[in-house]
């Protein structure tokens, strides 16, 4: 008797499905820290929501093309398996909000690395995709050992019946130490990732705003057949270079007054990039996804 041959689902072309253009910009809405958190101080969650929905709103009129909603400001980040249904539940209302203020897909990522957490949230609020730090092996970061969250959060995205929400991936996660697979090439960890069905991977720098390298961009690329992206540190000085190797990218400091990640969104600086990505968009035709 034949063995039965593996149902591996079209991601290809993912990217152009959800957002209708090439090399899509998403937009980082990083969240006031939230009730539970050591740096929450009694903010009423309508000021919360608020301060989200200027940052999602300016986004949108800057040109972007979705939106990643994360609880950014809930520094130190729990482990995954101790987040609290306070940072749940708190988010939701926040990405509830924005879905009904926009327009354009959204993300959700909790951190630190909630993947069942932010799958729960993309349900109740209809987004189209989570962001998942660890998707596959594990990491020493701040918060401990972190393991991939794949088995379990495929699983329960069947319970959800939502396998229509996304996985965007990421290969090397920010803000850690991968010395427990150091032994493991990019292009093996690039294969894990894809292997264990993320739609999306997603490139990035060390820390928060790094300029992702090129050269991972480019390893990640070549291993795999899916949509790579570019996870932190996309610029106006850098996008030329960025965007000729990575299908698209999330851009959350350089967007930001003075460039740091905890204050307000500008829209000048949200136009000049993506003034660069429609001339780019312009000057390249659409590739066919591989």
Not at 109 to 123: C, D, F, H, T, Y
Not at 176 to 203: K, Q, W
Not at 250 to 259: E, M, T
Request: with cysteine.
């Amino acid at each position: 008797m034949s063995r039965p041959v593996p149902v591996v689902p079209d991601r290809a072309d993912i990217l152009q499905a959800l957002f209708g253009v090439p090399k899509p910009i998403i937009g980082m809405i990083h969240v006031r820290p939230l009730p539970g958190a050591p740096r929450y101080r009694d903010e009423p969650m309508q000021e919360i929501t608020r301060a989200a929905l200027a940052d999602a709103v300016t986004c949108i009129d800057g040109g972007v093309d979705g939106l990643v909603v994360e609880n950014a400001g809930d520094i130190p980040f729990r482990h995954p398996d101790r987040l609290g249904a306070e940072t749940t539940a708190s988010l939701a209302v926040i990405a509830a909000a924005v879905r009904d203020a926009v327009d354009v897909p959204i993300g959700i990522n909790v951190l630190a690395n909630g993947v069942i957490q932010s799958l729960a949230i993309a349900k109740a609020v209809d987004a189209q995709f989570v962001r998942a730090n660890q998707w596959v092996n594990a990491y020493v970061a701040n918060e401990g050992i972190v393991q991939g969250a794949a088995a379990e959060a495929l699983r329960y995205r069947g319970c959800l019946r939502a396998e229509n929400i996304r996985v965007f991936a990421d290969v090397h996660v920010k803000h850690g130490s991968h010395a427990i697979v150091a032994d493991r090439s990019l292009t093996e960890l690039t294969h894990d990732a894809e292997f264990f069905d993320a739609d999306v991977l997603i490139a990035t720098g060390q820390r928060t705003s790094d300029p992702t390298p090129t050269d991972e961009v480019a390893g990640v690329k070549e291993a795999s057949t899916l949509p790579v992206i570019i996870g932190s540190g996309l610029s106006v000085d850098n996008v030329d270079e960025l965007l000729a190797v990575a299908d698209g990218a999330i851009v959350g400091s350089s967007v930001k007054d003075d460039g740091v990640w905890w204050n307000p969104v500008s829209r000048a600086r949200v136009e000049a990039i993506m003034e660069r990505v429609r001339a780019l968009r312009a000057a390249q035709p659409l590739e066919v996804p591989r």
